[in-house]
């Protein structure tokens, strides 16, 4: 198990083979998770809001109103 010592300014170093596990690289932000039990679990950040800035499609324009799923089913 891979360890580090943590500075009297509460900085540690990242293990190298937990770096690779994490695909970390300089820059990376990592989130830590402190669990009820005590357990630490410490998750490589890699996109930020910005990093998805035109993943998703933007399609024709849709009203509430074509957005009811009766509508049209049933005749007056």
């Known amino acids: 198990m891979p360890e580090s010592t943590m500075t009297s300014k ?7 083979e937990v770096r690779a596990a994490l695909r970390a690289e ?10 009820p039990d005590g357990d630490v679990i410490v998750r490589a950040k890699t996109l930020s809001i910005l990093d998805l ?11 509430i109103k074509d957005m009811n799923p009766w509508k049209g089913r049933w005749r007056s």
Request: net charge neutral; no cysteine.
């Open 26 to 35: 300089p820059g990376t932000r990592l989130a830590w998770h402190v669990m």
């Open 53 to 63: 800035a035109g993943s998703v499609n933007v399609g024709e324009h849709v009203g």
């Open 10 to 16: 509460g900085q540690t170093t990242v293990p190298a």
